[in-house]
């Protein structure tokens, strides 16, 4: 069972950066596609980046292109999303998601481990 631990949320203000990690174990890293999710209070879970286990196919959602980077370490068996020019509607929980081989699909189910969750608020 691969074990996913997310860190690096809080409260900053509109336009500030954050940088979130995801530490993976209980698995091969590098034959894992992770991605990053997120989900705002009385919204559906929603796809924000995916990176392949190479780190050479990342897909990101349109509202987050060209402001989140999302990279990998597979040394350090870590993911990242620097999130920067954040606004008050990136405000979320975000989950790491992992799963083995390559992943294309944007949607939650195709990934079968999840993290726990770390808060990010954005104030206007």
């Known amino acids: 069972q691969v074990q996913l631990v997310e860190s690096g949320g809080g409260l900053v203000q509109a336009g500030a950066s954050l940088r979130l990690s995801c530490t993976a174990s209980?698995?091969?890293?590098?034959?894992?596609?992770m991605g990053w999710f997120r989900q705002a209070p009385g919204k559906e879970r929603e796809f924000v980046a995916s990176i392949s286990g190479s780190g050479r196919v990342i897909y990101y959602a349109d509202d987050v292109k060209g402001r989140f980077t999302i990279s990998r370490e597979n040394a350090k068996n870590t993911e990242y999303l620097q999130m920067n020019s954040l606004k008050p509607e990136d405000t979320a929980v975000y989950y790491c998601?992992?799963?083995?081989?390559?992943?294309?699909?944007?949607?939650?189910?195709?990934?079968?481990?999840w993290g726990q969750g770390t808060q990010v608020t954005v104030s206007s």
């Open positions: 998601a992992a799963g083995v081989g390559l992943i294309t699909s944007r949607q939650p189910n195709s990934f079968r481990s």
């Open positions: 209980r698995c091969t890293f590098s034959s894992y596609t």
